[in-house]
């Protein structure tokens, strides 16, 4: 029915699809860290535009029907825990900033 995909897509798509972008938003910068070598200090946009290019060069794999998929998946559910994370933690750490 149509009040059941709606409430679908306010309570469960939309939160998240906002998960999953903090997520590769603050994900890809920590992938292209790993990439350079240790010691570099590189600008942000660096960091982020390496993430997404190793990111985007591991769906390369879609190309085998099945590895593409598991690779997907996740990558998927990766950035989508880093965003959960990101979203639950940062309440707390307002709060211990203002409790300080």
């Known amino acids: ?9 306010i309570l469960v798509a939309l939160p998240l699809t906002l998960a999953l972008l903090v997520g590769a938003l603050s994900g890809l910068p920590h992938v292209g860290a790993r990439v350079l070598r240790e010691g570099a200090d590189p600008a942000p946009l660096l960091k982020a535009a390496l993430g997404g290019l190793v990111i985007g060069l591991s769906m390369v794999s879609w190309a085998l029907p099945p590895l593409g998929l598991t690779v997907t998946v996740l990558l998927a559910g990766w950035l989508l825990g880093i965003g959960l994370g990101a979203l639950v ?3 707390r750490v307002e709060a211990a900033a203002e409790a300080e």
Do not use: F
Request: hydrophobic share 40%; charged share 15%.
């Open 1 to 9: 029915s149509q009040a059941l995909e709606t409430a679908y897509l």
């Open 89 to 91: 933690r940062a309440p």
